[in-house]
């Protein structure tokens, strides 16, 4: 199979290249993390000693301990050359930063790993590391991506594919008129996140529960809720729960990558607050999955989650921003830039317009505002300055 180059994330790893500290790609399962290391793999060979090691192939499943994976790498490390160990799934190898830290001090050493549980980079593992590590996180394809590895050009019915599918790499294999058997590895992917990085990882024992609450999340998209109002919602379904079992649940799924946590933030007071938060998927594939049995697929929540991607995607940290009582959908920020959005279905509802447009006027500064619609004629509006623009547009942007 053809790798298509990530350019992006090629670019990020080889700007951290030597800098003396492992660099670690994070990301949920079939997010791409792989494909970027085989990239940097063919890349690289051409210039030193590639040392691949796949976790998830049969060849490598007898590197189980830090010790096996330090006599792996010293048979394979060949002096007087650039060496490169890159290492799939690292987190499957016992205790691999104790080796990791002995060979990331070597100068003719880089170390690049993947890994998809965040569990991976807890404080724990992090201090064993003494910090030595940098973290590019690679997330499903962007809507310009999925043209590309779909050989489609940008249309309306383009943009459809990607709000129902989503980005994961693989589907660009599968016919985008086979449903069933897209569906099935949608779902297959999600078992796997469930069983390997939650329930296994975490020693869950009410599995049902933390099945539900996925579900849960996936039909609230985009709604502020806490672990208490969540216990109360399953306590009114004689599911008895207490919140800080909700609260340990739903961090388990954020750290599987799967689920996003989004902090609400005072644009007047610049303070974030630390309860009632938002959620997010970081596949809107894998989002539409868990509510394939809903009648009403709420394309609203799945066009705000998209435009959160794109946020993220672009480097920016997220928040959802409050100002007078009053929300606007996304507060992005990276480094000194700030960027305000409001995400709606259309704009031509005149109620509908004073409230999105009404919002962003409420924000007194100069920073960048976007009204992001499905609205074909959103381009034509202009109001106080406020760009309006239509998802496709926005999605292709260069932010």
């Not at 024992?205 to 849960?216: G, I, P, Q």
Request: overall charge negative; charged content about 25%; glycine content about 6%.
């Amino acid at each position: 199979m053809k790798i298509i180059e990530r350019v992006d994330y090629i670019q990020q790893v080889e700007n951290l290249v030597g800098k003396g500290e492992a660099i670690v790609l994070t990301g949920h399962r079939r997010a791409g993390k792989s494909c970027v290391l085989a990239s940097l793999a063919e890349r690289w060979k051409k210039i030193g000693n590639i040392i691949f090691i796949d976790m998830e192939n049969p060849d490598h499943t007898d590197i189980k301990t830090y010790q096996e994976l330090h006599d792996y790498v010293k048979s394979h490390y060949e002096e007087g050359r650039k060496n490169y160990l890159l290492i799939d799934e690292v987190q499957e190898i016992s205790q691999f930063e104790k080796t990791l830290r002995y060979w990331i001090r070597q100068d003719d050493m880089t170390v690049v790993v993947t890994g998809s549980n965040a569990a991976m980079l807890s404080s724990e593992v992090a201090t064993a590391f003494a910090g030595r590590y940098l973290d590019v996180h690679i997330h499903s394809l962007n809507y310009a991506e999925f043209l590309q590895f779909h050989s489609l050009q940008d249309s309306d019915n383009s943009l459809a594919s990607y709000l129902r599918w989503g980005g994961l790499p693989f589907l660009a294999q599968i016919p985008m008129d086979d449903t069933k058997v897209r569906t099935d590895y949608l779902g297959s992917i999600y078992d796997t996140i469930f069983v390997k990085d939650v329930i296994t990882r975490r020693k869950v024992r009410n599995v049902t529960l933390m099945d539900n609450l996925a579900r849960f999340i996936a039909d609230n998209t985009g709604k502020i809720f806490s672990a208490n109002s969540i216990a109360k919602y399953l306590k009114g379904k004689e599911n008895s729960v207490s919140a800080n079992t909700v609260a340990e649940y739903m961090e388990a799924w954020c750290e599987s990558y799967m689920i996003d946590k989004v902090k609400r933030f005072d644009i007047k007071g610049k303070l974030v607050f630390e309860q009632q938060e938002k959620y997010y998927f970081e596949d809107i594939g894998i989002r539409n999955y868990l509510c394939k049995d809903k009648r009403n697929i709420d394309i609203e929540k799945i066009l705000e989650n998209v435009v959160y991607l794109k946020l993220k995607n672009s480097g920016f940290d997220v928040y959802v921003g409050q100002i007078n009582g009053k929300e606007i959908d996304f507060v992005a920020r990276r480094g000194t830039e700030i960027m305000y959005v409001q995400v709606s279905l259309s704009i031509t509802d005149e109620e509908t317009y004073q409230r999105e447009f009404g919002n962003l006027k409420l924000i007194r500064d100069n920073y960048p505002k976007y009204l992001v619609t499905l609205d074909p004629n959103a381009a034509l509006v202009n109001d106080s300055g406020i760009i309006t623009c239509t998802m496709r547009d926005f999605l292709l942007r260069q932010l």
